[in-house]
């Protein structure tokens, strides 16, 4: 089906554009805020010069058009600088979780060859062996330290502190050019690079700003984080390509202090996941707090529930809409249209972006109502996989990207998420989609949150086995969760098994690590 918003004109620019014309048009408007630092603002101007000195810096030192310069920060200011000054100096932006330990951030370094990374020194001493020559490309290692932090560390503030500035990003060939290599997310195997061009990502700007009406007079609550491409597009680089403000937080717990914050900048828009979303909805503070500035509140990064999805609503009057999309798909394709918020969905195509619903194994678009593999087609589509062409032929088809998601498509064009393809439980010939029985779960008064995933049994070839996480002070047996998640269900889809647990794995946009439960269950 064709997308039916207007078309939005991007232009042939690189990724560098949005803040070259933010600063040109509102060089005195404070583009970023930092609360961790006083409230310190920064203003369009400042980014822009700054970021252009740390691109003649990153020159100097030996960074080449075309490097990849691997990127391992919480959302701060410095983040912002440096990816645009990698961009400005013709490099390639690798992400790096800052979650990750020291052999993921070796392999991520490793595989991408990267030459350079922009760190600091609490994660350096998370992977010393990037210190001690176990990633060979890495010729030039940047920190937040002074220069006694080790001698072959270069400190950040020497190279935003000159006069010299570069941007080799005008000019480029926005299509062809990989401006961001982040990874997918490994729910379903292992990561792999994604390569991300400047017109894929412009591209998703500007379908993301129309579709969600961002206006300079915004201001952004930003707290999901940078490395992960939903944070990277649809917080940071929505809120510079409007021109709008944004305020920066680097975690959402303790709950109090990040709701202080709302409190204190009373932002206009919130993009959040489904998990932040359920900490507000159990919080006493949150229906009695002011929430009139506040236009609307978008979810992404994993499946939303329709109970906590109106609840939030009840609580604060906010309208609450889930938004798609995926790393290879510089994230979103598909959002809810502002007036005509659907519960349950995951809303229609943007602009200039196609989707249908195929059978997995023939690849023919299926009729409505009948659920099939999401495929989208879009300008923000990604390249390919990084090094991998087998994994690319397989993921993009005639320029058509399989997610990897079931879906229904209703009859006005909506799209609903049944679960991951790779994720259904097949139990006695059935299929059961973990995130139904979760949604449920999840409704319980006394449950916090929940997973489901797959055990292998030798009648029925796959059991439905939950983890559960109890609110505080509540009290639950495995047999009362096993049949409240019962009521109403197929009984082929009746949990097998309850295990308590303290949480649930999940990965930066809130998604469920069900290879990771499966692998490593909790005790």
């Known amino acids: 089906m064709k997308s039916k918003r207007p078309p939005v004109s991007v232009p042939s620019e690189s990724l560098t554009y949005p803040l070259r014309q933010a600063a040109a048009s509102r060089p005195d408007k404070a583009a970023v805020i930092t609360p961790e630092t006083g409230g310190q603002e920064y203003t369009y101007r400042w980014l822009e010069e700054k970021s252009s000195c740390l691109a003649a810096s990153l020159a100097r030192l030996g960074l080449a058009p075309g490097g990849r310069v691997a990127l391992w920060m919480k959302n701060s200011v410095e983040y912002i600088l440096s990816f645009y000054g990698i961009l400005k100096a013709g490099g390639v932006i690798v992400p790096v979780s800052t979650h990750y330990g020291e052999k993921e951030v070796l392999h991520q370094v490793s595989v991408t060859g990267a030459a350079a990374m922009i760190s600091t020194e609490d994660r350096y001493a998370v992977a010393p062996g990037l210190l001690s020559g176990s990633a060979p490309s890495l010729k030039l290692l940047v920190t937040d330290g002074d220069d006694q932090a080790g001698g072959e560390r270069v400190p950040f503030s020497s190279l935003v502190g000159g006069t010299s500035s570069l941007d080799r990003s005008i000019g480029l060939d926005p299509r062809e050019t990989v401006a961001v290599l982040p990874f997918s997310s490994g729910t379903t195997g292992l990561p792999k690079g994604v390569m991300l061009t400047h017109a894929n990502l412009l591209s998703n700007l500007y379908q993301v700003s129309q579709a969600h009406d961002v206006a300079h007079e915004d201001l952004f609550l930003n707290q999901l984080p940078f490395f992960h491409i939903y944070g990277m597009t649809v917080l940071m680089g929505a809120s510079i390509l409007a021109g709008a403000t944004q305020v920066l937080a680097s975690r959402f717990r303790p709950v109090d202090e990040f709701l202080s914050r709302f409190e204190a900048y009373r932002p206009t828009l919130f993009f959040t996941v489904p998990l932040i979303l359920q900490e507000f909805c159990h919080h006493p503070s949150v229906p009695r707090m002011d929430w009139s500035r506040m236009r609307y509140v978008n979810t992404g990064g994993a499946p939303l529930s329709p109970e906590l999805q109106e609840r939030f609503t009840r609580m604060t009057g906010v309208p609450v809409m889930q938004g798609y999309g995926l790393t290879e798909s510089s994230p979103t394709t598909h959002v809810n249209p502002l007036d005509r918020i659907r519960v349950g969905s995951i809303g229609t195509p943007l602009s200039l972006t196609e989707d249908r619903i195929a059978d997995p194994e023939t690849g023919r678009e299926l009729p409505e109502e009948t659920v099939g593999e ?150």
């Open 374 to 523: 999401l495929w989208v087609r879009g300008p923000q589509v990604m390249k390919g996989y990084f090094g991998d062409p087998e994994s690319t032929g397989r993921t993009l088809v005639d320029g058509w990207l399989r997610t990897g998601d079931l879906a229904r498509r209703d009859g006005d064009g909506y799209i609903f998420i049944v679960d991951r393809l790779k994720e259904l439980i097949k139990c006695k010939g059935f299929q059961v989609a973990p995130a139904e029985i979760e949604h449920i779960l999840v409704g319980h008064p006394g449950i916090r949150d929940a997973a489901v995933i797959g055990q292998p049994h030798p009648e029925f070839g796959e059991v439905p086995v939950a983890f559960v996480v109890l609110k505080e002070g509540a009290r639950l047996s495995p047999e009362e969760v096993i049949d409240y998640a019962a009521k109403g269900l197929a009984k082929y889809k009746r949990l097998a098994r309850v295990l308590f647990t303290d949480g649930i794995p999940r990965g930066a946009s809130g998604k469920i690590l069900r290879r990771v439960l499966k692998e490593h269950p909790p005790g």
